[in-house]
């Protein structure tokens, strides 16, 4: 539906009997004995294995023999003698698959010089094809041109559209459901201790895997903190709102964009009520293909487009010439800004983020006030009404308390998890060490500095009783903001 495909573009302790299988029908195998097979995985150069595992669908009734196909791919290490302990990687979202963030994991390829790393699919994500819908993504039509035209009648019309096709339980597909599956992988795998990292959302599936079972964690690090006292969408739209406010408040106070754009906060407030007031018909080109695109734009599209360039403050450089476009009555250098992304529709499982979100983040709540995003709440919002989904317990949202070494890492602009969240989680971890990149948005690993210290930590096995030599590379200037667009000015 196209309510679930715009937040996809928006916008994470049983012993059992494990199956696997390389594809088909899964066959049972015991212990470490697993039938994995050669496979290629999206961003990543080598061959790596891969296999299909059957959990079961619900861990605290496994007697019942239902079972869910759930996808691994191992990524085996450079050494000829790996060491004990892997890396698993958990993926963002709610909705991204382990398997489809192999740009990451070959950035930090480092970790695999001495280790395997271990990459299980969320159910419900990627090839683990176990709670799905009719939407829109399943069509030809793009993601861009369905945030150009969707109206508010088919949105509702396709959220009803994937209610009836639902398939799949999503009252089994909450967080700690997925971990209960990586648990089962890590028996199953003959794995005693396993290393973590997770970014954004998958932060907190690794601070909930670390108080579950924190005998099975040897070291975690997480980057982009979220966790489990941070409700989306609402923490989350009310820090990228006061990120934008830092944005434009950086343009009043440079000579050279002020100078273009004055004033650019009140011209986007008056943009966004115009807008909600009486949406505008306009023809955009596709930026891709240069066909025409008969779009309505409302207050939903203003910010549905811009707010993804707040996560990097390079394409925050951007935003006040494209308001002020938008506010002359040229959106299609705005629309163009979708392109840019590398994250598609494919690759975030609507169902499975709703299935997380309404049972952990919206569950009980009503919508935080915050204006200026306020079309992007409700669509978070109304995309939970009526979808079944599970509960948690209470204690879901008490702190993690360890002592497992950890690394949190946060950038100081950062619209949806600010360092503040992972100082926070920090106040429960005995053995941590926080480091804040400054001039870096959402996820700050691939820094090259902070890729030397993920590695080092992870080697050592503690956290560090020194700064490493490289922090003091770790404040990156801001960009210059763009006075026309093809000139850049501070």
Known sequence: MRSITLLAQQLATLTLTVLLVACGEPKSVTHSTIALADC???????????????????????QNGKTLNIHVAVLPSLARRAEPDPVYFFAGGPGQAASDIGRIVSVLGELRKHRDIVLVDQRGTGKSKTLTCATDADT??????????????????????????????????????????????????????????????????ALRYMKRFPDSIRTAV???????????????????????????????????????YPNTLATFDTLLAKLKAAPVRAQIPHPGTGVPIDATVTDR????????????????????????????????????????????????AGALRLAVLCAEDMLGRT????????????????????????????????????????????????????????????????????????????????????????????????????????????TWPQPLFYASPLEAKP
């Open 40 to 62: 290629r995985l999206k961003d990543v150069d080598s061959v790596v294995r891969c296999a299909m595992v059957a959990v079961p669908e619900d861990h605290a009734n496994a």
């Open 140 to 205: 030809t039509i793009d993601s861009l041109v369905q945030t150009l035209t969707a109206t508010d009648a088919e949105m509702e019309r396709d959220r009803l559209r994937c209610l009836a096709t639902l398939k799949g339980n999503p009252a089994l597909h909450r967080t700690d459901d997925y971990i209960d599956d990586v648990e089962a992988v890590r028996k199953a795998l003959g794995q005693k201790k396993l290393n973590v990292w997770g970014g954004s959302y998958g932060s907190r599936v």
């Open 222 to 260: 997480l980057d982009g903190v979220a966790p489990t006292t941070l409700h989306l969408p609402d923490d989350a739209l009310q820090t990228s709102e006061a990120e934008l406010r830092s944005v434009l408040a950086a343009c009043g106070a440079s000579v050279g964009c002020n100078k273009s």
């Open 301 to 348: 599209t203003l910010v549905s487009l811009l707010w993804p360039l707040l996560y990097q403050p390079e394409a925050t450089r951007m935003v006040p010439a494209l308001i002020a476009l938008a506010a002359a009555g040229n959106f299609a250098p705005l629309a163009a800004t979708a392109t840019a992304t590398s994250i598609s529709n494919e690759d975030v």
């Open 367 to 474: 919508p935080v006030a915050n204006p200026r995003f306020d079309a992007i709440t409700q669509l978070f919002y109304s995309a939970c009404k009526d979808f079944p989904h599970g509960k948690v317990a209470p204690e879901f949202f008490e702190p993690t308390v360890s002592d497992i070494p950890t690394l949190l890492l946060s950038g100081n602009h950062d619209p949806v998890t600010p360092p503040s969240q992972a100082n926070l989680a920090a106040k429960t971890l005995s053995q941590h060490k926080h480091i804040v990149v400054a001039g870096m948005g959402h996820i700050v690993s691939p820094h090259p500095c902070v890729r030397r210290i993920i590695s080092k930590f992870t080697d050592a096995g503690t956290v560090p009783a020194t700064a490493d030599a490289c922090e003091a590379e770790l």
